[in-house]
Antibody, heavy 121, light 107 residues
Framework: QITLKESGPTLVKPTQTLTLTCTFS??????????VGWIRQPPGKALEWLAL???????RYSPSLKSRLTITKDTSKNQVVLTMTNMDPVDTATYYC?????????????WGQGTMVTVSS | DIQMTQSPSSLSASVGDRVTITCRAS??????LNWYQQKPGKAPKLLIY???SLQSGVPSRFSGSGSGTDFTLTISSLQPEDFATYYC?????????FGQGTRLEIK
């Protein structure tokens, strides 16, 4: 059974750096074809993809946020970490991590419960 | 980026109704189209991948069709637990992009 869970601060100040951790179980991020992505959702708004890391350490970023994002993985700990610099109130959102594989046509087939992050001074 | 446009943005229907939601891509995405259901306060749940493949555990009243730029999600007979927001998403190219969502409400 695949599970993912996001963790990190619930409140950050403007200009600070946000660090979120996705801890997962039930799969290995060293298995060919596997990836973990981050997606966010501002309150009452649609889903927005942020970043993705693959089993081979290939990394992809949202073009509009690329300069602010870094995604890394620790295969031994079964964790993926996302950092976002220079946080702004518009970054207030629920942040999700999700599992992705080629076998489901690159869909995000399993999602974490999400973690709400508020950006405010 | 590939833009995904869903219609309608919201929809009122009754239990037992047949409902169709449409998703259009700004360019051809072959069959790389996925559908998600999201209930308030919950994470999205994958319903359909590759345009028409039913995710394991999803009831058969959900079905998807289409290819290229035009896709549909159909719920054959609405159940009370189906009232939620539905999103399409293309996985054809990076960045993966989502539609704006369709809110399905009880009439």
């Amino acid at each position: 059974q695949i599970t993912l869970k996001e963790s990190g601060p619930t409140l950050v100040k403007p200009t600070q750096t946000l660090t979120l951790t996705c801890t997962f179980s039930g799969f290995s991020l060293s298995t060919s074809g596997v990836g973990v992505g981050w997606i966010r959702q501002p309150p009452g708004k649609a889903l927005e993809w942020l970043a993705l890391i693959y089993w081979n350490d290939d990394k992809r970023y949202s073009p509009s946020l690329k300069s602010r994002l870094t995604i890394t993985k620790d295969t031994s700990k079964n964790q993926v970490v996302l950092t976002m610099t220079n946080m702004d109130p518009v970054d207030t959102a629920t942040y999700y991590c999700a599992h992705r594989t080629y076998s489901s046509s690159n869909a995000f087939d399993i999602w974490g419960q999400g973690t709400m992050v508020t950006v405010s001074s | 980026d590939i833009q995904m446009t869903q219609s309608p943005s919201s929809l009122s229907a009754s239990v037992g109704d047949r409902v169709t939601i449409t998703c259009r891509a700004s360019q051809s995405i072959s069959s790389y189209l996925n559908w998600y259901q999201q209930k308030p306060g919950k994470a999205p749940k994958l319903l359909i991948y590759a345009a028409s493949s039913l995710q394991s555990g999803v009831p058969s009243r959900f079905s998807g069709s289409g290819s290229g730029t035009d896709f549909t999600l159909t719920i054959s007979s609405l159940q009370p637990e189906d009232f939620a927001t539905y999103y399409c998403q293309q996985s054809y190219s990076t960045p993966p992009t989502f539609g704006q969502g369709t809110r399905l409400e009880i009439k």
